[in-house]
């Protein structure tokens, strides 16, 4: 059986898209019924396989105008990518699957609606979850979670945990770019605080309109971007004090904006989303 997919990107955060609306008659039940947790994990592998941190998969919805899957490159099943939304609403634009300038997506994470601005896409990433027993975190509390200590190895990291339908972590360091992300974020990615562990963001303040950061994603490991994980850090750095409601990111594969608004308290985030190749795939 043959497949048909698509390879994207948003800043480096590489993606396999699988169009299930419009797949041959023979590949219909591995959507339908597919173990497509196996076949993201097959092809994403960076050797055997196409490679990349995550499959989207394209699926009809009855409640919004599409609905996404993302499956990590481990295989698990994931509620919601910010970069990979933008490559899912530039697919459906690109193909003519709609018209509308601003889509309703269905997600595990709720209704996410990305729109078309200026040649970006920006994401209506909805509010911010803060409540430490929301988010989730293993201590039972309907607070906020700022600067808690988390001990792991030789050091202890302040850490202000934010979900943006999916958990973050975010810790602030000195030196970025010299930061050993693999070492620490794996560890911190599956530490019992975290229930259903967590993507970890270790950030480097620059002004109160800027910041730099390195991601650790979970299931995926460090990749060049995560537009859930940098609107968690605008969140995270505006409560502590540290930074305006409206930030400039930059992150290994380029530049976010993140914009959280007063008035309704939804996080906005902008980006480029980029179309690779089209393959077809014999499984």
Known sequence: MKIRLVKMHGLGNDFILIDCLNLEHDAVPLCVAGDLSALSKRLCHRRFGVGADQMLVLLPSSVADFRMRIFNADGGEIEMCGNGIRCFAKYIWDNGLSKKTALDIETIAGIIRPMRVNGLIRVDMGEPILEGRKIPVAIAIDSRVIDYPLQIDDREFKITCVSMGNP???????????????????????????????????VEILNRKEIMMRVWERGAGETMACGTGASAVGVALNIKGLTERNVTIHLSGGDLFIEWFEEDNHVYMTGPAVKVFEAEVEL
Do not use: L
């Open 168 to 202: 973050h972590a975010v810790i602030v360091v000195g030196d970025v770019d010299h930061f050993p992300v693999s070492h620490y974020g794996a560890r911190i990615e599956k530490h019992s605080f975290f229930p259903n562990r967590t993507n970890v963001e270790f």
